[in-house]
Nanobody, 114 residues
């Protein structure tokens, strides 16, 4: 399984970005996809997750601003990020957890700054 994130970049506060995570080598839709982020000097934290049954969870800090979605047919997961704040600056990683294993992408940088 390989995961590749894209869509990061520099955006002004209040702006939006849409992150994508493309999966390959996936043969079953029974897995959970999660977006994590890690800011400099901080621990990696969960941002949002979506299970195979569609159950969604968000970190309190992003509720109402971020939306996670997945397309099983395309093996894709997305993170729509709106009303971005400087505190959202981090490297964002997608994670696939399933079949007793966990896989990570290489991460994509999101910088929120004026």
């Amino acid at each position: 399984v390989e995961l590749v994130e894209s869509g990061g970049g520099l955006v002004q506060p209040g702006g939006s970005l849409r992150l994508s995570c493309a999966g390959s080598g996936i043969t079953s839709s029974i897995y959970t996809m999660t977006w994590y982020r890690q800011a400099p000097g901080k621990q990696r934290e969960l941002v949002a997750s979506v299970g195979s049954g569609g159950r969604i969870n968000y970190a309190d800090s992003v509720k109402g601003r971020f939306t996670i979605s997945r397309d099983n047919a395309k093996n894709m997961v997305y993170l729509q990020m709106n009303i971005l704040k400087p505190d959202d600056t981090a490297v964002y990683y997608c994670n696939l957890d399933g079949w007793g294993r966990s896989y990570w992408g290489q991460g994509t940088q999101v910088t929120v700054s004026s």
